[in-house]
């Protein structure tokens, strides 16, 4: 069973991914802010990310690029955010998301992602 990590400060939008996710039979675990998320990327490895970029203590680009500089197995993430303008973007991407989602993300848009990602779909 694949495992995925959400990481949100917002307890609405953690619920909502994993009511879509684990729907879906995927193993999901949750991270309220980036210092929690590396803490738990690096205890055991997991095989996708959701990252929201504006939380406490550590943002989602911070998170990002702290997991990404680490000898740990890299595996994609989504980073999903509110933010819309190009240069956000183009900061995950600088940061190591492997695709941007503009919030709202409706479930059926972040499942078919989450399968391409993990290489259950063909595109």
């Known amino acids: 069973m694949k495992r995925i990590l959400i990481v949100d ?3 609405t ?15 999901v ?11 738990k990327a690096l205890e055991s490895p997991f095989d996708l990310y959701i990252v929201d970029i504006n939380m406490p203590k550590l943002d989602g680009y911070g998170f990002l690029r702290e997991l990404r500089s680490q000898d740990v197995l890299q595996v994609p993430a989504i980073m ?5 303008e190009q240069r956000d973007q183009e900061k995950a991407y600088a940061a190591g ?13 972040l499942l078919f992602h989450v399968r391409l990602l993990l290489g259950e779909v063909q595109p």
């Open 97 to 109: 998301a492997n695709l941007y989602l503009t919030k709202p993300v409706k479930p059926d848009q």
């Open 80 to 84: 999903v955010s509110t933010e819309a």
């Open 9 to 11: 400060d917002a307890a």
């Open 29 to 39: 675990e949750e991270a309220v802010n980036g210092v929690e998320a590396l803490e």
């Open 13 to 27: 939008i953690r619920m909502y991914y994993r009511n879509a996710l684990v729907t879906e039979k995927f193993s």
